[in-house]
């Protein structure tokens, strides 16, 4: 098992939050882990204890070359002394990034394969070409998520949330963690999804499906924001920096570009708008991706 480490809540005090009625917090668990941190232990738990369950000794998964799947797991995959192969979209760049150094350090073999070619991960083929190259591996998709992801994520909701709040908000890139907190809250509470892609829609019906299959449930206790790609996945504006810099300064939270800034940024708006109701207390999800 993965060291876990509990995290705490803390309260965002800002004028805003009290003309408009609300109160804002944050349940920390990009403090989970020293370096799986954040919503991929999650993701990873069962996946790892599914993988040691069948005796495997190497992991497999896929990731572009700034993915927080890929640090994670070559985390993961060296504190559990498992070894673990990154497929990596397109070429190789060097120097490596920080992403990839790291990944390396923990001891991550790193394989770079064509965008075309990545494109049909999930084919049958691809995998069986792997598995020529690499012998046998426990397969763990991009991004980590399938219905073991969904499981973890579930059982954080259930176990780690605390129940004083009324909406909880969390950013959304595959939609694997927002699956397993509507299923693990069983319909309890407002779940806020705020998706870090443009063209998010699409992920509605991801979410439903990942929601499906794992519990034979349908829930309506859940909303997917798409206005706050802020241009796309990786993308930033000069916008989301100001905004990012001025919440670590005032308020010393550090965020990320990729999706906890996307994330804040859009509970800020959505509180402008009136979107929650007065008198709630809203919780953002801090889902790590700080290094
Ligand atoms: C991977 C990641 C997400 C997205 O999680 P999904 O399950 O793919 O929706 C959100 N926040 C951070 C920090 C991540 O690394």
């Known amino acids: 098992m993965l060291k876990y480490i509990d995290t705490p809540v803390t309260e965002i005090h800002d004028e805003l939050f009290l003309t408009a009625g609300v109160r804002v917090f944050i349940k920390h668990e990009e403090l ?9 232990w999650w993701k990873l738990k069962y996946n790892l204890e599914r993988a040691t ?17 890929i640090y994670s797991t070559a985390a993961a995959a060296n504190e559990l002394g498992l070894k673990s192969i990154g497929v990596i979209r397109g070429e190789e760049t060097l120097p490596l990034n920080e992403t990839l150094t790291f990944a390396k350090a923990c001891g991550m073999h790193l394989t770079y394969v064509s965008r075309e070619a990545y494109r ?14 690499f012998g046998n591996f426990y397969l763990i998709p991009e991004g980590g998520t399938n219905t073991l992801a969904v499981n973890g994520c579930a059982e954080f909701a259930r176990e ?21 907190i509507i299923v ?11 998706s870090v892609l443009k063209g998010g829609e699409f992920l509605k019906d991801e979410i439903k499906k990942l929601v499906w299959d794992f519990s034979q449930k349908e829930y309506s206790n859940w909303t997917l924001q798409t206005a706050y790609h802020f241009g796309g996945y990786g993308k930033k504006t000069d ?16 965020l990320d570009f990729v999706y906890t800034g996307k994330l804040l940024a859009g509970i800020y708006d959505l509180i402008e708008k009136g979107f929650y109701k007065k008198g709630s207390r809203i919780l953002m999800l801090h889902t790590g991706g700080l290094r």
Do not use: W
């Open 32 to 40: 989970n882990h020293p370096t799986v941190a954040g919503n991929k």
């Open 53 to 69: 369950t069948l005796n495997h000794d190497t992991l497999l998964t896929f990731g572009g070359a700034f993915s927080n799947h």
């Open 120 to 133: 049909t991960k999930t084919q049958k083929e691809f995998v069986d070409q792997l598995t020529a190259q």
């Open 160 to 180: 780690k949330l605390p129940s004083d709040f009324d909406y909880v908000c969390l950013p959304v890139g595959t939609g694997g963690t927002i699956s397993g």
């Open 184 to 194: 693990g809250l069983d319909g309890a509470k407002e779940i806020v999804g705020i």
């Open 239 to 254: 916008d989301l920096t100001r905004f990012i810099e001025r919440m670590q300064e005032k308020h010393s939270i550090r």
